[in-house]
């Protein structure tokens, strides 16, 4: 409309500026009557311009006919493509109401693979049942099926496939999908001790909490790396992918800046440039190592559809284009080598919600719908089939890796995953157990308290939990991805802080760094680890195989708890004590990790630590410094109602401890300082319950 009325006032202006001119011409000629020649001069002169006028107002009618015509056009477009869209949620709809797998794009449509051993591995990967198993993620027809067939024998090996090196390609682009969902209804029975998919019976694996080698481990690293790196540009360089279609953002503008249109240049053609020809599995892996970390996780595949491993089940991964190489299964085996658990995370079931569509952008288009996810409404919820698809694909991050550790992002939250939450956990636990691996899933809501390992994202705990938790943040304060212009990174201090703080309340921390683009380790990253690895080389046996006192520590700081809450914590520092228990020595040594060095009452005085939060029935027989290789002068301060006791002598309340001069040159550059208490008997653990002491959560002063 605006083309239209534009046009129309350049035509209006054209005809009055024409018969102004006109006018004014003949009022002229007739003004000077007949002046002879040049009259005539005039008169031809006024029709020249009057020829002019009439085609520029020809032009400007044809100007006018084309706007109308190509506003009409769009108008076309746009209802059309409407239409499609509003069929596409009228058949999701449709499918997620009759509980049937609606059509699958053709980029995905499904084939049955033919012959007894193809078919029981079409039954394993797509409903994901294993040898033994007829519980309910398979439907009544599957598992008679199964039987029938007798697929417990005859699952081909490896599942019929070579281990794939890293220059090949994968097996297949495109894995088939199960013709119908797996709905649940029929569970069968399961040999004794192994899950079913259902929440009463994963609770079992709180009875024992996860495995000893993840309680004892404390430090993992995670590497947020992908085609994401390549642009290195934004708020947080792993959502470059969604944010560069978001119009009003200032990535959106930077890509049109930067690459061009979105139409011709978009988030797919940065993987011919993702070649990564400086990524170094076993420098990756030594850096972790050297870190104090005993375990490590890569993405596998984050909110941007891209897998980093020979994916049999989509095209787009890194063995098959960019970098052609098998990133994950090249760490998996640096990590085997160096005796590290080796994990990795699947952030896939935010992708149908991650992009944006518009007939502008070039995920509007069918030819990259396996990457973007077909086109759809913003708020509509995924379809079966990709529901399927998303399960099938997490079911073959299973089988390929059988990690130590398999870690979920947000995404499968939403409520129509709620019937796969438990079946994932389910086929993982029972898969590993099958393999002998021990598992940890981390999950971040929607799981019942003790099925798994809960994850809090940028946040703590406040206290002490009763089962085992994990936080994972990053050694930048805003992005998990490489961003090229960011300096945000951490400090030494504030991320052995807290680790400690992490640790003394029961949990584990997993460290996220960002790698280039071109796969090699920013300085500053490497630095930061290197920092954290030194100070745990000299105190690591005051975070390793440790568990938390009865109490976590004592100081004025306290820690906001749950998910995104970092940025509001104050750093802990001086009075800040957190504690821990040894296991290797039946419980019997308490530490007390110094979150800063204690300052001197004046110039001339020696520091002191004061340990207040000691009873008088916990007896101390010895205290000494880690790093500093002189005895120490210790007392017990005067008990309540008791006397005061002498210099070495372990009655009384508060341990107060007279301190060297200067700190130990290991514990500086963290600023982390830990005394070892030798205790007369086994330290107190904490209690949970409605009836537990206050006490066992916080003893802060």
């Not at 090699?520 to 290197?530: H, I, K, M, N, R």
Request: hydrophobic residues 40%.
């Amino acid at each position: 409309m605006f083309i239209r009325i534009a046009t129309l006032l350049v035509f209006i202006a054209s005809a009055f500026a024409s018969g102004m001119v006109l006018g004014l011409g003949y009022s002229f000629i007739s003004h000077i009557g007949g002046a002879g020649d040049t009259v005539q001069s005039l008169r031809g002169e006024l029709g020249r311009m009057t020829r002019i006028l009439r085609l520029s107002q020809v032009e400007a009618e044809q100007d006018v006919m084309k706007a109308n015509e190509a506003e009409d056009a769009a108008k076309a477009r746009a209802a059309e493509a409407k239409a499609e869209l509003a069929d596409a949620i009228a058949k999701a709809a449709a499918a997620s109401s009759s509980g049937s797998a609606a059509a699958a794009p053709a980029s995905v449509a499904a084939t049955t693979p033919s012959g007894p051993a193809a078919r029981c591995l079409h039954l394993k990967r797509s409903y994901g049942v294993q040898p033994g198993m007829t519980w309910g993620s398979l439907t009544a027809d599957g598992q008679a099926e199964w039987k029938r067939i007798g697929c417990d024998e005859k699952l081909p090996k490896n599942d019929g496939e070579p281990t794939p090196l890293r220059s090949e390609a994968p097996a297949r682009w495109w894995a088939t999908l199960p013709a119908h969902a797996p709905d649940g209804s029929a569970n069968g029975s399961s040999t004794d001790g192994v899950y079913e998919p259902t929440w009463e019976s994963l609770l079992r694996y709180g009875d024992s909490g996860p495995p000893q080698w993840f309680r004892d481990a404390k430090l993992g690293i995670f590497f947020h790396w992908g085609v994401y790196s390549v642009p290195a540009y934004g708020e947080s360089g792993e959502w470059y992918p969604k944010f560069m279609y978001m119009d009003g953002r200032d990535e959106f503008r930077h890509h049109a800046r930067t690459y061009g249109a979105h139409k011709t240049f978009g988030y797919k053609d940065f993987v011919p440039q993702f070649t990564a020809p400086k990524f170094d599995a076993e420098a990756w892996v030594r850096t972790a190592a050297a870190a104090g970390a005993k375990y490590v996780v890569p993405v596998a595949e984050h909110h941007d559809g891209f897998s980093m491993f020979n994916s049999s089940r989509n095209r787009w991964n890194a063995a098959a284009m960019g970098p052609r190489r098998d990133v994950c299964r090249e760490l998996q085996d640096a990590c085997r080598r160096r005796g590290l658990k080796f994990g990795v995370s699947s952030h896939r079931a935010y992708n149908w919600r991650f992009y944006s569509y518009r007939a502008d952008f070039d995920t509007w288009a069918d030819d990259a719908a396996d990457l973007y996810s077909p086109r759809h409404a913003p708020d509509a919820p995924a379809p079966q089939w990709w529901l399927e698809s998303w399960f099938a694909r997490t079911v073959e991050l299973i089988d390929y890796f059988k990690p130590d550790l398999l870690w979920f992002d947000w995404g499968w939250h939403w409520d129509e995953f709620a019937p796969w939450r438990p079946r994932v956990a389910a086929y993982y636990y029972n898969a590993m157990r099958r393999a002998g691996v021990e598992p940890v899933l981390n999950y971040k809501d929607k799981f019942p308290d003790g099925v798994a390992v809960w994850d809090i994202e940028r946040g703590k705990a406040s206290g002490i939990r009763q089962h085992h938790w994990q936080t994972d943040t990053s050694v930048s304060v805003s992005s998990w991805g490489y961003v090229e212009a960011k300096r945000d990174y951490k400090t030494v201090p504030s991320l052995t802080h807290d680790l400690i703080d992490i640790v003394s309340k029961n949990g584990n921390l997993l460290l996220n760094v960002g790698p280039r683009g071109d796969g090699s380790l920013p300085p500053e990253a490497a630095a930061l680890l290197d920092g954290i690895g030194a100070w745990l080389a000299a105190h690591g046996e005051a975070i390793y195989a440790t568990r938390p006192w009865r109490c976590y520590g004592e100081g004025a700081q306290t820690v906001v708890d749950g998910q995104m809450t970092e940025r509001r914590n104050g750093g802990l520092g001086a009075g800040d004590v957190r504690y821990t228990v040894s296991t290797h020595d039946g419980g019997y040594t308490l530490y007390a990790l110094l979150l800063a060095w204690p300052t001197a009452a004046t110039a001339t005085a020696t520091a002191t630590a004061l340990l207040a939060a000691l009873r008088g029935d916990e007896k101390v027989k010895g205290v000494t410094l880690l790093g500093h290789d002189a005895p120490l002068r210790w007392e017990r301060a005067r008990a309540p109602g008791g006397p005061r006791t002498g210099a070495g002598h372990s009655g009384g309340g508060a341990l107060r401890v007279t301190l060297p001069s200067t700190p130990p040159a290991a514990a500086v550059p963290a600023a982390a300082f830990v005394l070892k208490l030798a205790l007369e008997d086994e330290a107190a653990r904490p209690t949970f319950g409605a009836g537990a002491p206050a006490s066992t959560r916080t003893c802060l002063r």
